[in-house]
Each structure stands twice: as structure tokens, then as C-alpha cells.
């Protein structure tokens, strides 16, 4: 399975970036996460059955979005803030992730 996300970059706080990631698979549900050094991999944004469901921290700021017929999933990230700093990957939701393939993510950093 190929997990390829793209789009990340080093933005001030309070602007926006728009991830993608290309898939070579379906999954029932996907779903963006990112992780940090200190911090262990987290949910993001996950879209089941057409239904988006986010983070406390990024609700309303963050807008996950996906299109079926070309395996292609997007995050769209407005009003940054720093400790979104992170890396990014997608993958499937939860209950359908290939947990042993994460991809290489994309980098995005928010600076103050």
C-alpha cells in the first residue's frame, strides 16, 4: 500500500496549508494523523462513511475532504497555529488503518 502525503511546509501562525496524499488502495474510512518527537501519533481528522470527525484542537479550523475516483485524500489546515506543528500522514480511519505502513508524511511547521 502506498500512503504518499505531500503539501507540508513551514507557514507563520495563522496562515494555511492544503495536504494531499495519494493511496493506492481504498479504505472503508481515511484519515489524517500526525506525530511529533514528544508526542506519539494522534487522529486528526478521519471521514467514515462521508462523515468527517476531528480533533478537539482543530475543529473549525481544519477540513478534511476526499475524492473517490482518484484515491486521493486532503486536509485542508486554515489559521495554523504553532503546536500543530508536526508531522503528517494519512491513512486509513482507525478501524481500517494499515498500522505497519505509515508513508514518510509531510513536515508542516507553524512558526510563531
Known amino acids: 500500500v502506498q500512503l504518499q502525503a505531500s503539501g507540508g511546509g513551514l507557514v507563520q501562525a495563522g496562515g494555511s496549508l492544503k495536504l494531499s496524499c495519494e493511496v493506492s488502495?481504498?479504505?472503508?474510512?481515511w484519515g489524517w494523523y500526525r506525530q511529533t518527537a514528544r508526542m506519539e501519533r494522534e487522529l486528526v481528522a478521519s471521514?467514515?462513511?462521508?462523515?468527517?470527525h476531528y480533533l478537539d484542537s482543530v475543529k473549525g479550523r481544519f477540513s478534511i475532504s476526499r475524492d473517490r475516483a482518484k484515491n486521493m485524500l486532503y486536509l485542508e489546515m486554515n489559521n495554523l497555529r504553532p503546536e500543530d506543528t508536526a508531522v503528517y500522514y494519512c491513512?486509513?480511519?482507525?478501524?481500517?488503518?494499515?498500522?505497519?505502513?505509515w508513508g514518510q508524511g509531510t513536515q508542516v511547521t507553524v512558526s510563531s
Open positions: 491513512n486509513g480511519d482507525p478501524a481500517s488503518a494499515d498500522w505497519s505502513n
Open positions: 488502495r481504498r479504505f472503508d474510512g
Open positions: 471521514i467514515t462513511g462521508g462523515r468527517p
